[in-house]
């Protein structure tokens, strides 16, 4: 099995609960650099190593596994798409369970924040961009069968599942025409995440999974203190 966007503060729970069930966990995948809260995958790896964890190439984090779109990724007779996504960052992409009689069905998008319910990811940091969301959103979610069940990586009201034929009919933001939803997240106003600064540094390595590279980047949050409004990449070279 496999665990997507898994948190540091529920790693044990989940862990708990997947021996209970008597599964094996095989990879701990991230939608993107989360900014919000850390990732779960560096405290799985270290109670569990044979877990790989997988994050996109154009994250520029690092994990066992860097994943490209179209990539599929083989969990026994069940795959996962890798479907690129960008625009909340560069390098956010979308899981989809893979199509075919022996796959389940509905098919399911595992969309990060990419496509929220009603709502999407903010596109004010780290590489964001409302124009490449817009048309991420169209061509790689909206394209897919209209029953296909979304599930996003929050949700502020408590929502965990929406579909694709709803976020297409009811969405707030991506039902508008693309010149709107710009005007839209231009003007959204967001406090910046609490832990923005301790996460992206953090989720860049999966979660402290290789401890000198952690250090490295929190040396480099400390030369940097503004670093959350400048480009990570820019500040670490
Ligand atoms: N208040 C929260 C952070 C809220 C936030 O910025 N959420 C992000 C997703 S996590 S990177 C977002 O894209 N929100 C979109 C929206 O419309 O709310 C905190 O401090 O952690
Ligand atoms: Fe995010």
């Known amino acids: 099995m ?8 529920t790693a044990d729970r989940d862990l708990s609960l997947i021996q209970e069930l ?7 995948l991230n939608t993107h650099v989360h900014a919000d809260h ?21 994250s520029n984090a690092k994990a066992d596994l860097l994943v490209e779109p179209g990539d599929k990724i083989s969990i026994g007779d069940l795959y996962l798409e890798v479907r690129p996504t960008p625009g909340h960052t ?39 961009n409302s124009s490449l969301l817009y048309k991420s959103v169209h061509s790689q979610i ?3 069968p209209k029953e296909t069940l979304v599930y996003p990586a929050h949700d502020y009201k408590g929502f965990t599942v929406s579909t694709v034929e709803e976020e297409m009919q009811y969405n707030p933001r991506l039902t508008k025409d693309e010149e709107t939803f710009n005007n839209i997240m231009e003007n959204l ?8 600064d301790v996460a992206v540094p953090a989720n860049l390595v999966c979660g402290l999974q290789d401890l000198k590279a952690a250090e490295d980047f929190i040396t480099t949050l400390q030369r940097y203190p503004t670093l ?4 990570l990449d820019e500040a670490i070279t």
């Open 2 to 9: 496999q665990l997507i966007d898994p948190v540091d503060k």
């Open 22 to 28: 008597g599964l094996k966990l095989v990879y701990a």
């Open 38 to 58: 850390v990732t779960g995958t560096g405290l799985i790896k270290r109670k569990a190593p044979y877990v790989k964890s997988i994050i996109s190439r154009a």
């Open 90 to 128: 560069s390098g956010c992409v979308t899981y989809v369970t893979g199509d075919g009689p022996d796959q389940p069905q509905p098919r399911m998008a595992f969309t990060g924040d990419a496509l929220l319910i009603r709502g999407c990811g903010r596109t004010d940091f780290q590489g964001g």
């Open 142 to 144: 909206f394209t897919l």
């Open 189 to 196: 106003k967001l406090a910046y995440p609490k832990m923005m």
């Open 228 to 231: 959350s409004e400048m480009d």
